[in-house]
């Protein structure tokens, strides 16, 4: 079944002078024109910036949880063996 509608991308930076926005676009870029070239029919973007403070705790509660799925799949995998 085909996307309905193109993926955002989303990046979050302190400030808008990060430079790592402009790899960012070379990614998506890229992707984009490997995507193509396979005739998926799928592409990235468009890209969303957002320059606003990122508090610890949110970064460190998001990587908990993505860390805590990530056990729980290896945990499952080692128990169905």
Partial sequence: MPWQRTPTIAVLATDDSDPRYSLVDE????W???LQELGSGLCLGPIVRRAMPIPEEGLR?????IAGVSA???AERARIG
């Fill in 27 to 30: 990614a998506v870029a890229f």
């Fill in 61 to 65: 509660a998001l990587s908990e949880s």
């Fill in 32 to 34: 984009n024109k490997t």
């Fill in 72 to 74: 729980r799949l290896e």
